[in-house]
């Protein structure tokens, strides 16, 4: 739980994290009398920066440096901003270019691109399972006694197959007719959206009047059920962590250490949905901030992030940057983007 903070107090703090920000370096009373507007001298502003030191808000790495903010510091400073925020206005632009996209995966990937650049950071998706998995191509192949191959060709080149007993001998003719009205209707459509729309359509008894539409339906979806697809990430930006970190770090090595460790978890997109997924399940807007990070490998880094739905599924849009990040523009961007998202993805 943070402090509660005199305004004197509150507004030295947010100058000195600014400031920290913007410069990457310890910040000295000196400068904060000059340029926190509060016509305070630089002895009343060491004694508000002890007493937020002893709070656990500020730090001072060497006996005649400045102060940092600390992870406590940064969250007093964020809580301020996410209470005084206000709605982010429509990014009319960004809508246009999402709504050009030709395909749910190029959405999610001209979102990454566009948030990248506007926070300055790095930014990710995090898709919800099968939201961009689509069906590129079914096959029936016949086997001996009433048995069928159901071979599944799915977007990355996946290919899954299942063996189905029909209890019925069916010709190469039949079965060939079956996969191509099933290719005609649902290519192109992601796995969950073929399941659904192949339920709805077996619970039309009309269609049930037609063999070969009923048996191509209840193939196709014996087929799919052994599909199981994961969630995908989309990463963009890793150039700017890249700057923020060294410029911000006195001991380099430390600070590409750090940076390896971190694109060794983005290289296994497997492990960064893992850790990621970890906490971001919350209904709004998510800010985390480095030692808040259960997982170790994100402690150097902060996390903003939102939610976004396609109508029947959440995802997760963010950015991943140091510590030291404009938070101000990594939420607004963030915020705004996850709107836009869920406006297109679920056709308003």
Excluded: C
């Excluded at 959405?107 to 995090?126: K, N």
């Amino acid at each position: 739980m943070t402090p509660d903070l005199v305004e004197r107090q509150r507004r030295i703090l947010e100058r000195l994290i600014t400031g920290y920000i913007e410069q990457g370096a310890p910040v000295s009373s000196a400068w904060l009398a000059e340029h926190s507007d509060l016509g305070l001298s630089s002895a009343s502003v060491r004694t508000i920066l002890a007493r937020l030191e002893e709070l656990g808000l500020v730090a001072q790495p060497h006996t005649s440096a400045g102060r940092v903010p600390t992870d406590t510091g940064y969250r007093q400073y964020v809580d301020g901003l996410l209470e005084s925020r206000r709605r982010t206005r429509p990014l009319r632009d960004v809508e246009a270019r999402l709504r050009r996209a030709g395909t749910v995966d190029d959405v999610l990937e001209d979102a990454t691109q566009v948030l990248s650049a506007a926070s300055q950071q790095i930014a990710f998706v995090l898709a919800p399972a099968g939201a961009t998995v689509e069906l590129r191509h079914i096959d029936f192949a016949p086997l001996a006694d009433g048995r069928v191959l159901v071979i599944v060709v799915a977007t990355g080149g996946t290919v899954t197959h299942k063996v189905v007993d029909l209890d019925e001998p069916v010709d190469a003719t039949a079965l060939a007719a079956a996969a191509t009205y099933i290719n005609r209707e649902f290519a192109g459509r992601t796995i969950d959206e073929v399941r659904t729309a192949l339920l709805e359509r077996l619970q039309q008894e009309r269609i049930l009047y037609d063999a070969l539409f009923a048996r191509a339906l209840r193939l196709a979806r014996s087929g799919l059920s052994g599909i199981a697809p994961e969630e995908t990430i989309h990463v963009q930006g890793t150039s700017f962590l890249v700057q923020g970190l060294l410029g911000s770090a006195d001991d380099r090595d430390r600070t590409l250490e750090v940076l390896r460790a971190l694109f060794r978890t983005m290289e296994q997109k497997h492990r960064l949905v893992e850790l990621l997924t970890h906490y971001l399940n919350a209904n709004g807007l998510t800010v985390v901030i480095g030692s808040e990070h259960e997982p170790p490998e994100l402690r150097a880094f902060s996390v903003v992030a939102s939610p976004f739905s396609d109508g029947r599924r959440s995802g997760t849009v963010g950015v991943i940057g140091p510590r030291r990040m404009r938070y101000d523009r990594a939420i607004s961007a963030v915020d705004g983007v996850s709107r836009v998202m869920t406006r297109v993805l679920e056709g308003a």
